[in-house]
């Protein structure tokens, strides 16, 4: 159980509310996605500029409208990239989480790929080239 305890210490703790009311699937988002898409924010910026470079490097052109809809696009119809995403969050659960997950994890796929498509698209002014970061430095 070591690990559980890495990984609760590695995300932030979660707003104190009242979770009675909301459903299974709110308060997992909530308590788990949230978190791990919070810690994992870098990282899912760094695997999105390289997923864009090597499928469609014109990205970085596109207008903020044209980015959007592209990350979305990727999202949802690209199964291996998908899955490369869900991996990532997915590694960042404890072990109880894991099988809360697996409960439901078809609703829950679903909610996460939202919550990082929404997280992509609000940062459309952290997914420049790579090389443009590092002129700016």
Known sequence: MERDLIIQNWREPVADGDFAEMGTAQRFSINVLRPVLIAQNELFLAVFRNYAVRHKSEFFEYTPEKKSQFISNAIQRDIKFRNVLKGIIIAGFTIAEYDEYLQDSSALNK???????????????????????????
């Open 111 to 137: 909610r996460m790929m939202g919550l990082l498509t929404e997280r992509l698209q609000s940062q459309l002014q952290l997914l420049v080239e790579k090389s443009s970061v590092n002129d700016s430095l």
